[in-house]
């Protein structure tokens, strides 16, 4: 199989998912604990212009979109799903949300921040780079980025990429893609709303960059790590635009 096309599948699948699930949303999906990031989302709102444009990145159904809201920043959101941008709308009527993937982003020198939330996991290596370097371009000078990175156990994902090998996907290490094939279509023979959130987990792609690959990417993209930590099951990386000085 055609790794870019397969990859294409991976994408339209993930977006088709979140469609199917976006109803039980605010009930059931995507509700898991998450004290470090509310931690890291202060550190962010402390370091960005008071005020300024937000970007909320693969916002979901905007979860964390009402924290920006309160701190007195505007926001636009943006995800490739149209069910969770309904769901965001409808909790969220002030915020502009457009239906556009991370993949996508055109945006010059707008954001003070953005925020990317447990959702880079579902981005495959081909697509980080360029990625981070929309992110780059999209904020200001001096501007801020906070995203996660969802850890994973090294076994688990070494054994499902034999799996996936053996049975000829073209996957490469750090995927784990073996099973969403089978669970997609178990989310869809249930009509996604009563899919529950472990089999949805597992119906998308993931996959899973060392620290240190994601640090080099960040550095490429023309940015700079401030802020690392772990909790509430997902790393967390606060990095900045840097600012190039003008000569005289």
């Not at 959702?119 to 780079?129: K, L």
């Not at 249930?190 to 119906?203: F, K, R, Y």
Request: include cysteine; proline fraction near 4%.
């Amino acid at each position: 199989m055609d790794r870019a096309e397969w990859l294409r599948q991976m994408r339209v699948k993930t977006e088709a998912l979140y469609d199917y699930v976006s109803p039980q949303y605010w009930d059931i999906f995507g509700l898991y604990p998450n004290e470090t990031h509310l931690k890291f989302l202060q550190m962010f709102l402390g370091l960005i212009d008071k005020g300024g444009m937000v970007l909320s990145a693969a916002c979901g159904a905007g979860r964390y979109d009402g924290f920006l809201l309160e701190s007195g920043h505007s926001v636009l959101g943006i995800d490739q799903s149209a069910g969770m941008l309904a769901r965001a709308r409808k909790r969220f009527p002030e915020v502009r949300y457009v239906k556009k993937s991370l993949q996508e982003m055109d945006f010059h020198e707008m954001f003070a921040g953005a925020i990317c939330m447990d959702a880079m996991e579902h981005i495959c290596p081909e697509d980080w780079p360029g990625i981070l370097k929309g992110f780059q371009t999209s904020l200001k000078a001096g501007g801020v980025l906070y995203f996660t990175l969802e850890p994973a156990d090294a076994g688990e994902v070494e054994a499902a990429y034999e799996r996936a090998r053996a049975g000829g996907l073209p996957v490469v290490p750090g995927e784990l893609a073996d099973e969403v094939d089978a669970s997609y279509e178990r989310v869809k023979a249930l009509g996604g709303q009563d899919a529950p959130g472990e089999l949805a987990d597992v119906a998308v792609y993931h996959y899973y960059p060392s620290l240190a690959q994601v640090q080099d990417w960040i550095g490429q993209a023309g940015l700079t790590v401030e802020e690392v930590g772990e909790g509430s099951d997902y790393q967390h990386i606060l990095a900045r635009k840097q600012i190039i000085e003008q000569k005289s």
